[in-house]
């Protein structure tokens, strides 16, 4: 069992940075590949990008490449997601999620956090 707590969210200007973290409880977390995923406002939940047990892999979707990364610190049983040169578009409900594969898909994860809210003003 994994239980997974977003935080970080916030109010942000265009172009500004933000990082979110998502910190898991239970033993076993370096045994999840963990996904980001987030939700539009008015649009269905998407992928966002996912990292590899070990933190080496990483893949993004393409409206975020190049603009956020994801990073994990399996001492600490967190990932990160660090957000630069947002856009008002990025405006949604973050929310991370744990796998023991390594997918895209929503499907593919077992455990979800509640979700942290980022607000990108113009």
């Known amino acids: 069992q994994v239980q997974l707590v977003e935080s970080g969210g916030g109010l942000v200007q265009a172009g500004g940075p933000l990082r979110l973290s998502c910190a898991a409880s239970?033993?076993?977390?370096?045994?999840?590949?963990m996904g980001w995923f987030r939700q539009c406002p008015g649009k269905e939940r998407e992928f966002v990008g996912a990292i590899s047990w070990t933190g080496r892999g990483t893949y993004y979707a393409d409206s975020v490449k190049g603009r956020f990364t994801i990073s994990r610190d399996n001492t600490k049983k967190t990932v990160y997601l660090e957000l630069n040169s947002l856009k008002p578009e990025d405006t949604a409900v973050y929310f991370c999620a744990a796998s023991r594969q390594f997918p895209s898909a929503q499907t593919g994860y077992d455990y979800w956090g509640q979700g942290t809210q980022v607000t990108v003003s113009s």
């Open positions: 239970g033993r076993t977390f370096s045994m999840y590949a």
